[in-house]
């Protein structure tokens, strides 16, 4: 871990008129932007930007509805053009006849997208829209947030929604923000403006951000994911390696997996940024960890060398707590102690703190089974997480896979297996591990006619299909399972290929259970 003064360096996402543009008041007027992708992100992005007084033009794929509906709102505000269409999203438009100064991109599109590779080979310089919003932070007459930054394969959510949680606990006016749904550039103009932001953050995001400089940060795990945007794990592995970059206070990193201390050790932090671990285990000194049943602080204590401050209880964490929500509980813990958060906020924002749905979700536990929706386990890592979990499984598994190789998975957890029930459009790379290391665990595939994408007119996947195929699948697991099986819907994949989203499998997953009879009970989220 290198200290340094964040000296202005030359680079090549930045000129120099850019170079200037670090506050809501700096000369914004006139500059020359293209913002590309028009989803939430996107149009935050242009309204933005119209507002500062640059010259935008957005261009956007998807002819739609919604689509067509933002393009009308962002004429009305000053943008100088909205262009909806594959052809104007393939390559990069003039604005008031010149080239760009500035592409805005959306997170979802990769470098090799066209229009985007086009400016970067003719040197404009591409933001996020994360470094939009930092850049634009500072504002004459409001306060200014400091940010805690969060990444990771798993556990970005729970980490956010608990670190915000504590912080208002703690009487901070406090957000979660970033990829978990609010669009970043829509907290940062809100009028009473903020005293901290728990900022989730994506590799999509983190690839496109150059200058944050959090409070603190942390990268919770780190799993093959995202290869087919980023290209390769490595290009993925340094994305979330940014995290830390330009730290001021704590870097926070995952005792239990090397590579988050690594991350570390190499990042460029600013001068007296210290190293801060967490682990499920018996923390040493300058780590957050566990002894005996309870959540302890060996960092920011002054007698840290022999002892250590109790934060909470794992049972405040709720009734099912696999052991990564006590991992990603202490790492919130560990960014708001560094924000200066006392220890009784800690406890008392753990205890406030409302759990989303589809993350270890207790939808119903009748006739000895337990039935459990992971719909937000969206990669092998995640579903590695929750079926450790749990000791004899019927496994709602499958979807689209992302690149991503099931080997490790599937091997490390046959012996929990009691039977697998597949979904998705394309099973083959998860049956193939399961042939070669679970080959006498049952599994089974769906019917003919539920193996196909089922389409929409829009194109979209068919909600009636979709539906169709979890009610196949719950009746499946339900046939399969034994008095103290848990059936785990933990996908392990991505749901876009036969479900609008993971929240949509997730609810169809419930509802399925619950027309069977099931009485729904929430859980804490993972």
Same mark, same amino acid.
């Given at each position: 871990?290198?200290?340094?003064? #964040?000296?202005?360096?030359?680079?090549?996402?930045?000129? =120099?008129?850019?170079?200037?543009?670090?506050?809501?008041?700096?000369?914004?007027?006139?500059?020359?932007?293209?913002?590309?992708?028009?989803?939430?992100? #996107?149009?935050?992005?242009?309204?933005?930007?119209?507002?500062?007084?640059?010259?935008?033009?957005?261009?956007?794929?998807?002819?739609?509805? $919604?689509?067509?509906?933002?393009?009308?709102?962002?004429?009305?505000? #000053?943008?100088?053009?909205?262009?909806?269409?594959?052809?104007?999203? $393939?390559?990069?438009?003039?604005?008031?006849?010149?080239?760009?100064?500035?592409?805005?991109?959306?997170?979802?599109? =990769?470098?090799?997208?066209?229009?985007?590779?086009?400016?970067?080979?003719?040197?404009?310089?591409?933001?996020?829209?994360?470094?939009?919003?930092?850049?634009?932070?500072?504002?004459?007459?409001?306060?200014?947030?400091?940010?805690?930054?969060?990444?990771?394969?798993?556990?970005?959510?729970?980490?956010?929604?608990?670190?915000?949680?504590?912080?208002?606990?703690?009487?901070?006016?406090?957000?979660?923000?970033?990829?978990?749904?609010?669009?970043?550039?829509?907290?940062?103009?809100? =009028?009473?403006?903020?005293?901290?932001?728990?900022?989730?953050?994506?590799?999509?995001?983190?690839?496109?951000?150059?200058?944050?400089?959090?409070?603190?940060?942390?990268?919770?795990?780190?799993?093959?994911?995202?290869?087919?945007?980023?290209?390769?794990?490595?290009?993925?592995?340094?994305?979330?390696?940014?995290?830390?970059?330009?730290?001021?206070?704590?870097?926070?990193?995952?005792?239990?997996?090397?590579?988050?201390?690594?991350?570390?050790?190499?990042?460029?932090?600013?001068?007296?940024?210290?190293?801060?671990?967490?682990?499920?285990?018996?923390?040493?000194?300058?780590?957050?960890?566990?002894?005996?049943?309870?959540?302890?602080?060996?960092?920011?204590?002054?007698?840290?060398?022999?002892?250590?401050?109790?934060?909470?209880?794992?049972?405040?964490?709720?009734?099912?707590?696999?052991?990564?929500?006590?991992?990603?509980?202490?790492?919130?813990?560990?960014?708001?102690?560094?924000?200066?958060?006392?220890?009784?906020?800690?406890?008392?924002?753990?205890?406030?703190?409302?759990?989303?749905?589809?993350?270890?979700?207790?939808?119903?536990?009748?006739?000895?089974?337990?039935?459990?929706?992971?719909?937000?386990?969206?990669? =092998?890592?995640?579903?590695? $997480?929750?079926?450790?979990?749990?000791?004899?499984?019927?496994?709602?598994?499958?979807?689209?896979?992302?690149?991503?190789?099931?080997?490790?998975?599937?091997?490390?957890?046959?012996?929990?297996?009691?039977?697998?029930?597949?979904?998705?459009?394309?099973?083959?790379?998860?049956?193939?591990?399961?042939?070669?290391?679970?080959?006498?665990?049952?599994?089974?595939?769906?019917?003919?006619?539920?193996?196909?994408?089922?389409?929409?007119?829009?194109?979209?996947?068919?909600?009636?299909?979709?539906?169709?195929?979890?009610?196949?699948?719950? $009746?499946?697991?339900?046939?399969?399972?034994?008095?103290?099986?848990?059936?785990?819907?933990?996908?392990?994949?991505?749901?876009?290929?036969?479900?609008?989203?993971?929240?949509?499998?997730?609810?169809?997953?419930?509802?399925?259970?619950?027309?069977?009879?099931?009485?729904?009970?929430?859980?804490?989220?993972?």
């Amino acid at each position: 871990m290198s200290g340094s003064h #964040g000296e202005t360096v030359p680079n090549t996402w930045e000129t =120099p008129r850019l170079a200037n543009l670090t506050s809501w008041d700096a000369d914004w007027a006139g500059l020359r932007v293209v913002v590309a992708g028009l989803g939430a992100s #996107g149009f935050s992005a242009a309204d933005t930007l119209i507002e500062l007084g640059a010259v935008v033009v957005v261009v956007d794929a998807g002819v739609t509805p $919604a689509n067509e509906a933002k393009a009308d709102t962002l004429r009305i505000v #000053g943008a100088r053009d909205v262009l909806l269409g594959a052809g104007h999203a $393939a390559a990069l438009p003039l604005v008031d006849g010149g080239q760009p100064d500035l592409v805005v991109t959306s997170p979802g599109w =990769p470098p090799t997208q066209p229009l985007l590779a086009e400016a970067a080979a003719a040197g404009i310089p591409i933001w996020g829209d994360v470094e939009l919003a930092w850049r634009v932070r500072i504002r004459e007459g409001r306060r200014t947030a400091e940010w805690l930054t969060i990444t990771g394969t798993n556990g970005k959510t729970t980490t956010v929604g608990l670190a915000e949680s504590m912080l208002i606990a703690a009487g901070k006016r406090a957000v979660a923000a970033g990829n978990v749904g609010t669009p970043i550039l829509d907290v940062i103009r809100d =009028p009473q403006g903020y005293d901290v932001l728990a900022v989730e953050l994506s590799s999509f995001q983190l690839h496109w951000a150059h200058s944050i400089e959090p409070l603190a940060s942390v990268c919770l795990n780190i799993a093959e994911d995202h290869v087919d945007w980023h290209g390769s794990y490595e290009a993925y592995l340094a994305a979330k390696a940014s995290v830390y970059e330009r730290t001021k206070i704590a870097c926070i990193y995952n005792v239990e997996q090397r590579e988050t201390e690594t991350m570390v050790e190499d990042a460029e932090v600013m001068d007296g940024c210290r190293a801060v671990g967490f682990t499920t285990g018996m923390p040493s000194i300058s780590m957050m960890g566990v002894v005996e049943d309870l959540l302890v602080d060996r960092a920011f204590i002054e007698q840290r060398k022999d002892s250590a401050a109790e934060l909470a209880s794992i049972r405040e964490l709720g009734d099912v707590v696999p052991r990564h929500l006590v991992a990603n509980a202490l790492a919130a813990a560990a960014l708001v102690r560094a924000a200066g958060v006392p220890a009784a906020a800690v406890r008392d924002g753990i205890r406030a703190f409302q759990p989303g749905d589809h993350r270890i979700q207790v939808v119903a536990n009748e006739d000895g089974v337990l039935w459990i929706n992971d719909s937000k386990a969206t990669n =092998p890592h995640a579903a590695s $997480a929750s079926l450790a979990s749990f000791q004899s499984v019927v496994w709602i598994a499958g979807g689209l896979s992302k690149g991503v190789s099931y080997e490790d998975l599937v091997r490390d957890h046959a012996g929990r297996l009691r039977a697998v029930v597949l979904l998705g459009e394309d099973p083959a790379p998860l049956q193939g591990a399961l042939s070669r290391h679970a080959p006498d665990v049952p599994v089974s595939l769906p019917p003919s006619h539920h193996t196909g994408r089922g389409h929409d007119a829009g194109g979209s996947p068919d909600p009636a299909a979709a539906d169709a195929l979890m009610q196949w699948a719950v $009746a499946e697991a339900a046939r399969l399972a034994q008095d103290g099986d848990t059936v785990l819907m933990a996908p392990a994949a991505a749901s876009m290929d036969q479900f609008s989203s993971y929240a949509h499998r997730g609810a169809a997953f419930t509802a399925a259970v619950h027309a069977r009879g099931g009485q729904g009970t929430t859980a804490k989220e993972s």
